[in-house]
């Protein structure tokens, strides 16, 4: 059975992506658009690549230092399997 792990890869990377998302915002409203603008360039591209190619290379660097939210215990069984 997968559990989901409080700090793992994916939940970082989410989190990242929202504060990240807020410093645009804080941005955006201290009228620095240029820098704003070129952030929200910078993200939506990084989402494209993940899009397109399925890899993101922040999920991957994360998932080698915290390790990914999904682990496979032993000691569980699945309860879909008869």
């Known amino acids: 059975m997968k559990t989901k ?7 970082v990377q989410r ?9 645009i915002l804080i ?13 929200l360039a910078f993200m939506s591209i990084m989402l494209f690549i993940y899009f ?4 993101c290379p ?7 230092i915290l390790g990914s ?3 496979e215990c032993e000691g569980e069984k699945d309860e879909n399997q008869l």
Do not use: N, Q, V
Request: proline share 0%.
């Open 52 to 55: 397109a190619f399925d890899f």
């Open 58 to 64: 922040s999920t991957w660097i994360l998932t080698k």
């Open 15 to 23: 989190l990242m992506m929202s504060i990240f998302t807020f410093i």
């Open 69 to 71: 939210c999904y682990c």
């Open 5 to 11: 792990k409080l700090w793992c890869a994916e939940r």
């Open 27 to 39: 941005l955006l409203a201290k009228g620095l658009t240029l820098a704003a603008l070129i952030l």
